[in-house]
């Protein structure tokens, strides 16, 4: 079973519309994290916003926030008042457990995100 | 260094031809972590280590595939006997041990074998 889905394999959206990034997630663990990259064309992977299993609020990080609905396993990216240059692949991941010893990442197979002008 | 390093940036080899990838992590950095990622897909987990200790490799597809971390530094990714199926990005990334935030990953290698 797939541990992370994000089923929007492309969006185009508006230059300064807001634009959510769906992403679900499986996982039996009471204790995880979840973690959005963005990829632009260029290939580098970019860290963007972390949430925590037991984390009460929404992270955010100035234009982005996430959505966290955890009896729903969804952790959704919002980007308010898109860019140009926020165009990109976007990839939702997980990390199972939260302690030393559990460090990997899974991620989806990731949303491209296109902002026309 | 500032970020992390791999090299080569581009790789072609011929099938049949061992190759290594190297990773230079973020000084201080003590987890590194390797990916590959198909084009269009998302990285695929492959092994990391704490310092020197591999602690989890359950991600290699293979025993051609083997990565070592001798002085918790400097990693080295070594593909045995390349088939045309490992062509893909490989990516390095480290963290500080139980970081809750982002990994930082690195450039990547891009591997074409022939």
């Known amino acids: 079973a797939q ?5 929007q394999p492309g969006m185009f959206v ?3 519309e807001a634009v959510t990034l769906d992403c ?10 979840l973690f959005w990259y963005k990829q632009p064309s260029s290939g580098e992977m970019i860290f963007l916003i972390y949430q925590g299993s037991y984390d009460e609020q929404n992270a955010t990080e100035g234009r982005y926030s996430l959505n966290f609905q955890k009896a729903r ?5 919002v980007i308010s008042a898109s860019q140009l240059g926020d165009s990109a692949m976007y990839f939702c991941a997980m990390r199972e457990g939260l302690d ?5 990442l899974v991620f989806g197979q990731g949303t491209r995100l296109t902002i026309n002008p | ?18 190759v290594a990838l190297r990773c230079d992590p973020i000084s201080g950095h003590v987890s590194l972590y390797w990916y590959r990622q198909a084009l269009g897909q998302g990285p695929e987990f ?4 704490n310092y020197e200790a591999q602690q ?5 597809p293979n025993d051609r595939f083997s990565a070592e971390r001798p002085e918790g530094s400097i990693s080295t990714l070594t593909i045995q006997r390349t088939e045309q199926r490992d062509s893909a990005m490989y990516r390095c990334a480290s963290s500080l041990m139980g970081q809750g935030g982002g990994y930082t990953f690195g450039s990547g290698t891009r591997l074409t074998v022939v």
């Not at chain 2, 260094?1 to 061992?18: F, I, M, N």
């Not at chain 2, 492959?46 to 280590?49: G, K």
């Not at chain 2, 989890?56 to 290699?60: A, W």
Request: aromatic letters at 10%.
């Open chain 2, 56 to 60: 989890d490799k359950s991600g290699l």
């Open chain 1, 73 to 77: 396993k969804s952790a959704n990216l």
């Open chain 1, 24 to 33: 679900t997630y499986d996982t039996s663990d009471q204790s995880y994290g």
């Open chain 1, 3 to 7: 541990k992370i889905t994000q089923t």
């Open chain 1, 100 to 104: 030393q010893g559990a460090q990997k």
């Open chain 2, 1 to 18: 260094g500032a970020g992390v390093s791999q090299s080569p940036r581009y790789k072609v080899t011929k099938r049949g031809q061992d």
């Open chain 1, 14 to 16: 508006q230059e300064k």
């Open chain 2, 46 to 49: 492959l092994t990391y280590f």
